[in-house]
């Protein structure tokens, strides 16, 4: 198909303009990108870090998760009503910052960094999921690593020791070939309903707690509204308040996913005619509500990963890191089913954890890398590096990274192999971005404001609590740890001696 033929969800052409849905249920059904944002924040953000902070500061902080999931959301819905009223994405509207410039913005810059380093927490993505596929298939690893070692003894040795490398590269392979294979349509249904099916799952584990020696007490729950942060969990927390809720990755890709979606194109180009006004407040209005929609529903599993960590790991103080992170965080769900009624469900959980883990970090993988590659290629049109001439070149870009990404994460996994540091170095990079992009997008929202389609006041208040929230999180944890870093946790990254 040629691009005369091909329909670019960017374009804004007459044709395409709809009116707004009038009843809720018809808005309902007009949600999606907040579900596919759901998909990529419920991943190794939860499963993995949000659990380790719960096992380390055990109730202490789920003020922070509770803030973190929360306030976010403000930033997110103001770059959603900018991408739908001026039809551009998040890059190309931080092109149009102020400030040096190389080619493109410097925020734009500050993306492409920050983007690398959350390859990192591809990499334990990837990883985590070989170790769940290892844990599910044990016999099957045994074989594969046997018949390597008869085409080469020392491969074969190689395996029996690193047994999750055969299935995250399976894996990563599974995810490039169905990131070639659909578009925007595809990745909403299939996020959708692996999203309700983890955070189905994850709720009722933690409501199974109750029925056990785990159970969670009113007073666990009044601690962890106290606003106090354990010193020994301080960078944990940081990173997991760049990484929980809508992080810096999420922020950058959701205008991205509006545009997909259609809403930009239902509006049509921006005018001073009154029926474009009334288009760009009921979709702006669709918009927020499929927002705040997908905030509870990560709220609620974001919540329940943290509760785990916290009733389960942290009383007998274990950690979930390094080659035996999916064994541990298996614990949570099958410990508290021991010596109660409910033990006779530990098979099933088991199976059931080890799908759910699954397919938490695998549709995490899928959206994350669809979102990086699209930037990507925005971020190199923009930049004038590689321009996209048309709908089918930006295609091919984005196929292309689909294909370099998961595989540039796998070899960062294989070369560290240690998850949980992995995460660190990602949720710390969108971290420090956070205040950058909320101020951003207070700028553009200040210099091209349109009455007729600008947000409350009382929403203008909350976005700029958001902003100095955020800020004062970053500025303090970034003292924190600059204050208290060695090479401690550097060196378990590393495959070498430094020193």
């Given amino acids: 198909m040629n691009d005369s033929t091909r329909i670019d969800p960017y374009a804004l052409p007459p044709d395409a303009i709809q009116e707004p849905p009038n009843s809720l249920l018809k808005a309902l059904g007009q949600i999606g990108p907040g579900l596919i944002l759901a998909a990529s924040i419920v991943g190794t953000g939860e499963l993995i870090n949000t659990t380790s902070l719960g096992a380390k500061a055990g109730f202490s902080l789920l003020w922070l998760i509770l803030l973190s999931c929360l ?36 925020l734009c810059w500050l993306w492409l960094f ?6 990192a927490q591809i990499a334990a993505m990837e990883g985590t999921v070989g170790q769940a596929a290892h844990m599910a298939f044990p016999d099957a690893s045994r074989a594969v690593a046997s018949f390597a070692g008869q085409l080469s003894p020392a491969f074969g040795a190689f395996l029996e020791t690193r047994q999750e490398h055969f299935w995250a590269t399976l894996t990563t392979l599974a995810a490039v070939v169905l990131l070639l294979s659909g578009g925007y349509k595809r990745l909403e249904r299939i996020t959708t309903i692996l999203v309700a099916l983890v955070t189905l799952f994850t709720v009722a584990s933690v409501l199974i707690l109750q029925w056990t020696s785990f159970r969670i007490s009113v007073a666990n729950l009044r601690e962890g509204m106290e606003l106090s942060v354990p010193p020994m969990a301080i960078a944990l927390a940081f990173s997991a ?25 239902a509006v049509g180009p921006r005018s001073l005619d009154q029926g474009w006004a009334e288009r760009a407040r009921g979709w702006t209005r669709v918009m927020q509500l499929d927002a705040w929609f997908s905030m509870v529903v990560f709220t609620v599993a974001t919540i329940a990963f943290y509760l785990l960590g916290a009733a389960v790991l942290h009383p007998q103080e274990l950690d979930p890191k390094g080659p035996d992170m999916i064994p541990t965080l298996s614990r949570m769900y099958l410990q508290p089913l021991e010596g109660t009624a409910l033990a006779g469900m530990r098979n099933w959980t088991r199976v059931g954890f080890l799908l759910g883990a699954w397919a938490v970090l695998f549709k995490t993988l899928y959206v994350a890398t669809a979102a990086n590659s699209r930037l990507t290629a925005d971020f190199l049109d923009l930049s004038g590096v590689w321009r996209q001439e048309g709908v089918a070149a930006r295609d091919r870009t984005v196929r292309a990274f689909c294909i370099i990404y998961p595989i540039l994460a796998l070899g960062l996994y294989f070369a560290f192999r240690e998850p949980q540091g992995l995460i660190k170095i990602g949720g710390i990079a969108q971290s420090l971005l956070l205040p950058l992009i909320a101020g951003a997008t207070l700028y553009l929202k200040q210099r091209d404001a349109d009455r007729r389609v600008a947000a409350s006041f009382f929403s203008d208040i909350l976005t700029w609590i958001a902003f100095f929230a955020i800020s004062a999180v970053a500025m303090y944890s970034t003292y924190i740890l600059l204050k208290s870093f060695d090479y401690t946790g550097v060196q378990k990254l590393l495959p070498f001696s430094i020193g």
Avoid: N
Wanted: with cysteine.
């Fill in 241 to 265: 308040f760049g990484i929980t809720g809508v992080g810096a990755s999420e922020l950058f890709a959701y205008p991205y996913w509006c545009i997909e979606k259609g809403y930009a194109r």
């Fill in 71 to 106: 306030i976010k959301v403000f930033v997110q819905v103001e770059l959603g009503r900018y991408a739908i009223t001026h039809g551009r994405t998040t890059l190309a509207a931080f092109d149009t910052l102020p400030g040096p410039r190389l080619g493109t913005s410097w």
């Fill in 114 to 119: 920050m983007m690398l380093a959350t390859q």
